[in-house]
């Protein structure tokens, strides 16, 4: 099995909401990645956890903040977005081999800020 | 630093046609090469992998071999159909790094 699932997988916020989003594997996975995926575009790397450690965090805004509460959980809280926050947010999984792992998608959430 | 480049698409096939999307990369070393697919409004999904040199990747009739020397895994499916229809991604990644390096996407429409 090699299932990641996210939740929701539709969402609209205002800019003065509050949300988050989850991630959910039970793969055994020691890293678990969040992707933020703007339309024609490539996924762009937000944040790495390992071993429910944040381990990089690409200069994103503080407006998002996630938080790994164990090894097979990854959420995302969202507060005061801006509308060009509006993207697909994909979540992955992968083991943890020093590199070269393979990673897993979830579908995704597809996020619209008004 | 490593970085993969593939084709610029859009793709437009007609059924049954011969596919090839080009993707090379560049790395210090000796990374795994993926080619991951997205059908609308769905995430990406694994479709195959090499992790070595040499090494041929193959699910549900598409292949990529790991070409070293050229430094390239290009994607090859013989007879495309329309359910194959999606932007088609390639990626690397390799020893002491998390992230995954993802080319731009090359978008694949085919026609009946």
């Known amino acids: 099995d090699t299932e990641v699932t996210q939740t929701p997988k539709h969402l609209v916020m205002g800019m003065t909401n509050k949300k988050s989003l989850k991630c959910e594997q039970h793969?055994?996975?020691?890293?678990m990645y969040w992707y933020k995926q703007k339309a024609k575009k490539p996924p762009e790397l937000m944040f790495v956890y390992s071993y429910e450690k944040l381990s990089i965090n690409e200069s994103v805004p503080s407006r998002f903040s996630p938080e790994c509460p164990n090894s097979s959980l990854l959420n995302l809280h969202l507060h005061a977005l801006q509308p060009e926050d509006s993207a697909l947010y994909l979540c992955a999984s992968s083991q943890l081999q020093g590199g070269k792992e393979t990673q897993y998608f979830g579908p995704g959430t597809r996020l619209l800020v008004l | 630093g490593n970085s993969v480049t593939q084709m610029e698409g859009p793709v437009t096939l007609s059924e049954e046609a011969f596919l090839t999307i080009n993707c090379t990369y560049t790395a210090t070393g000796y990374p795994s090469l993926f080619w991951y697919v997205q059908y609308p409004g769905e995430g990406l999904q694994l479709l195959l992998k090499?992790?070595?040199?040499?090494d041929k990747g193959s699910n549900k009739g598409f292949e990529a071999t790991y070409r070293k020397e050229t430094t390239s895994f290009h994607l090859e499916k013989g007879s495309v159909q329309v359910s194959d229809s999606a932007v088609y991604f390639c990626?690397?990644?390799?020893?002491?790094?998390?992230?995954?390096?993802f080319g731009a996407g090359t978008r694949l429409t085919v026609k009946p």
């Open positions: 990626a690397l990644s390799d020893l002491g790094n998390n992230d995954m390096r």
């Open positions: 793969m055994g996975h020691r890293a």
């Open positions: 090499a992790t070595k040199a040499d």
